[in-house]
């Protein structure tokens, strides 16, 4: 106990009280009744023992709170275990192993069946499955071949393959999970500052109470002794026929030891470091710990569309020109022209009408001159004219009338399509088709959080009547739509100023601004293509249904911390009166003020029984 004793001492010295002070004061007025009763009073009782098995006890529940402390914590440790330690490195022709920390970016590594691929990386040979689990909480192994990406640490199975590292030490995608849950588990959500702030003015208080037990019962013990008498005969312990002092020292100890500000501070730490460790096992990244108050809270649940609720792999679906006129290019030409001005473009849908020009056989040429218009279009210089291509509202401010192909539009959307108009030389040629792939899991996820009693909202640059189409087929309640990228984060204020509390799910790449403007931002991907610092909560797996466990997660974590609490509180304001009438012994008080903290700890430790795995929703 000389630990608990110079702590206390130290602390005193700084002029404040922990709970080390209450112990040191409990027992250091049981030890010194030994002395007293041999050299000075032969009258007062010796609790010298008592003190000894004070400090045993206390002792021993604090070896028990570290091994449940130290198994809340677990999630850190596993994580770091995973981490590979050396990489076989292909260089001048042969292999070499190395250690970890001397692979650098660019380096060419020989990864065998069973092994650790060492760093993140991209396959430049080779084919295999690849178990990510460790990283996405997915069980089913993933095909990996050339040009593939993989993460640092996941287990090779099946193939040998070679991989050339992309980002190594602190920057694989490993590390920075490590440390987003370590910054989680460190932070305080807005209860936990309230528990500390009352835990501050804990231990002075429990010093007065103290101090005002032992005057009550060396000056009118008649007031406070009615339960005393009441369970004399009962409870062994309790004398009343001892002298004042001796019942005063007895109930002074027992207030000192048995009132428990640890259980306090334990109480939403512990929690939290439970959940935000599960949640990562199961691909939920807690960035900032505040989060998991937040998301509990939220009523509204923005998606942003492509990407998110969708695949993000356009494909060209339909080819229609113009009626009949001058400008009409027929179908072939149409799709040359549209190919033509998107053959810069990187946009997805870009990217998809060029692809699927290449399918049905046009030849590609390249513009003169290329210039992309932000959630509109694109303009390119073809042949000494001027191709424009892009949405409704693009092509009519550019003095375009799209009203010949309505009916073909009108068609496309109903279908949730996106429809892209041609024009060339400021006359319309005709209009393209283009659609994503709903991911799997988009309606489950969407059915799942209204029965939460969540309303769900989509966010799109799409027409109203493309995404109308969408939100119907997922069941999706509010539809945002025609928003520009930039205009997103205007679109969530505005949701805030409603009263609503948002969580805004995104990619975190051109909807970065939005995230950080709702009360919860969910970056969602797949695995090293995540923009990680983007949310306050990582979605690892690219899958909807994990927005579902990251709210589940957030409740039931919550819901641990205000158990703990409450029973810190309970726990305190029933034990500490209960010392003070003098019915508590202080071996007593002292055993239960320990359990206290196990109690909390073990409590919190519960919550690595629950399941969040986003898997589970896309069975139910």
């Known amino acids: 106990g000389l630990d608990t004793y110079r702590n206390a001492l130290k602390t005193i010295g700084h002029g404040s009280a922990n709970m080390n002070v209450l112990i040191f004061l409990g027992s250091f007025a049981s030890f010194v009744t030994g002395p007293a009763k041999i050299s000075v009073a032969p009258a007062i009782l010796n609790y010298a023992g008592v003190g000894a098995m ?65 760093t993140d990386g991209v396959v430049v040979d080779g084919e295999s499955s690849v178990d990510e689990s460790m990283a996405t909480g997915e069980s089913t192994p993933v095909h990996k071949e050339e040009g593939d990406e993989v993460i640092g640490s996941t287990v090779n199975q099946e193939g040998a393959l070679t991989v050339r590292a992309t980002q190594v030490g602190e920057d694989t995608f490993l590390s920075q999970v490590i440390e987003m849950v370590e910054e989680a588990q460190g932070t305080k959500v807005p209860i936990q500052r309230f528990a500390d702030k009352v835990t501050s003015y804990f231990v002075p208080a429990v010093l007065t109470i103290a101090l005002t037990t032992v005057i009550l019962w060396l000056t009118v013990p008649k007031w406070i002794d009615f339960l005393a008498l009441t369970l004399e005969g009962t409870l062994p312990w309790i ?71 969708t695949k993000g792999e356009m494909s060209l679906t339909d080819v229609a020109p113009a009626p009949v006129s001058d400008s ?105 088709a283009v659609a994503d792939t709903l991911k799997e899991d988009t309606i489950q996820a969407v059915e799942k959080l209204k029965e939460m009693g969540l309303e769900t909202a989509m966010i799109t640059g799409d027409n109203l009547r493309t995404a109308n189409a969408i939100a119907e087929k997922t069941g999706i309640t509010r539809v945002l739509a025609e928003v520009l990228p930039d205009e997103k984060a205007d679109e969530i204020r505005s949701l805030q100023e409603e009263g609503k509390r948002v969580a805004m799910v995104g990619d975190g790449i051109n909807d970065a601004p939005a995230l950080t403007q709702a009360d919860v931002g969910v970056a969602i991907g797949t695995g090293t293509d995540i923009a990680i610092e983007s949310g306050e909560v990582v979605l690892v797996r690219g899958e909807l249904s994990g927005v579902v466990s990251a709210v589940e997660l957030s409740e039931k974590t919550f819901d641990k911390i205000k158990q703990n609490l409450w029973w810190a509180f309970g726990y305190n304001t029933v034990m500490i009166p209960l010392a003070v009438l003098g019915i508590m012994h202080p071996l ?26 986003p898997e589970k929703y896309l069975k139910s």
């Open 239 to 309: 004398n009343l026929s001892l002298s004042p002092p001796m019942l005063a020292i007895f109930a002074g100890i027992a207030t000192l030891v048995i009132a428990c500000p640890c259980a306090l501070g334990l109480a939403t730490p512990t929690a939290l470091m439970v959940g935000s460790g599960k949640g990562a096992e199961n691909g939920i990244l807690i960035q900032k710990g505040e989060a998991i108050q937040a998301l509990k809270d939220v009523d509204t649940v923005v998606f942003d569309k492509t990407g998110t609720m």
């Open 54 to 118: 004070m400090m045993a006890f206390h002792l021993t529940g604090r070896y028990i709170e570290a091994r449940a402390k130290g198994r809340a914590s677990q999630a850190i440790s596993r994580l770091m275990e995973l981490e590979a330690d050396t990489a076989t490195v292909i260089e001048d022709g042969g292999e070499k192993e190395v250690p970890i920390d001397r692979v650098e970016e660019g380096n060419l590594m020989k990864v065998r069946p069973g092994e650790r691929i060492p």
């Open 328 to 432: 009409n290019p027929g179908e072939e030409g149409t799709l040359k022209l549209a190919a033509a001005a998107e053959y810069n473009s990187e946009h997805p849908i870009g990217r998809a009408i060029v692809e699927g020009s290449q399918e049905n056989g046009v030849e590609l040429q390249e513009p003169e001159g290329f210039e992309a218009v932000g959630g509109k279009g694109v303009r390119a210089s073809l042949d000494g004219g001027e191709v424009t291509v892009g949405n409704r509202n693009f092509l009519e401010e550019e003095g375009i009338d799209p009203s010949p192909l309505e009916g073909t539009l009108e068609e496309w959307e109903n279908e949730g399509k996106t429809a892209i108009l041609v024009a060339k030389d400021g006359k319309l040629a005709g209009a393209v």
């Open 588 to 613: 007593f008080a002292e055993g239960a003020m320990a359990m206290s903290s196990v109690t909390v700890v073990t409590n919190a430790n519960r919550l690595k029984g629950m399941n969040v795995s």
